[in-house]
């Protein structure tokens, strides 16, 4: 079960920093796999609030997006403006990818710093992410890392 009590105060602590930057557009940040995949409900309620709302909705993930996820994401209803593929990001940027039964598998400081650095350039407010390795990286950045707890 996700908890999370304290989004309200968040997003509201966010909008403020926002409302005196002169930018009022929301940036939330979903990873797939463990969070989407895991509560396809709550995420499209979320995904679909924020969207008719004007934020930007960021898909964040490991995976290329491919029909699997186009279906993943369609049947769940999930509501995004934005996708953002580490595999793709790296293939983009010349870093080695080795493929091992179907998972990639590319420098581990590369491959976890990439949706931090992703949240940073893209002025991301909240990820969600059920991985604490990246959790770790968001230490130095302006985005709040929540962390999904999926028991």
């Not at 002169?22 to 796999?33: A, C, F, P, S, V």
């Not at 969207?51 to 490991?62: L, N, Q, R, S």
């Not at 049947?75 to 080695?96: G, K, M, P, Q, R």
């Not at 230490?139 to 999926?150: E, K, M």
Request: with cysteine; hydrophobic share 40%.
């Amino acid at each position: 079960m996700v908890k999370v009590t304290f989004l309200p105060e968040i997003l509201k602590a966010r909008a403020n920093k926002r409302n005196t930057a002169m930018n009022n557009i929301l940036k939330i940040g979903l990873d797939i796999h463990g969070v989407i995949d895991t509560f396809p409900n709550r995420f499209k309620l979320l995904s679909s609030a924020l969207v008719k709302d004007g934020a930007e909705v960021h898909i964040v993930t490991g995976v290329k997006r491919d029909d699997r996820i186009e279906k993943l994401l369609q049947d769940a209803n999930i509501h995004f403006t934005h996708y953002f593929s580490i595999v793709e990001h790296l293939e983009a940027t010349h870093v080695t990818i080795e493929w091992q039964d179907g998972q990639p598998f590319a420098d581990e400081k590369k491959w976890n710093s990439a949706k931090r650095d992703y949240c940073k350039a893209q002025s991301i407010d909240l990820m969600f992410d059920d991985s604490a390795i990246y959790r770790d990286t968001f230490h130095d950045i302006d985005t709040t890392f929540l962390h999904v707890i999926n028991r």
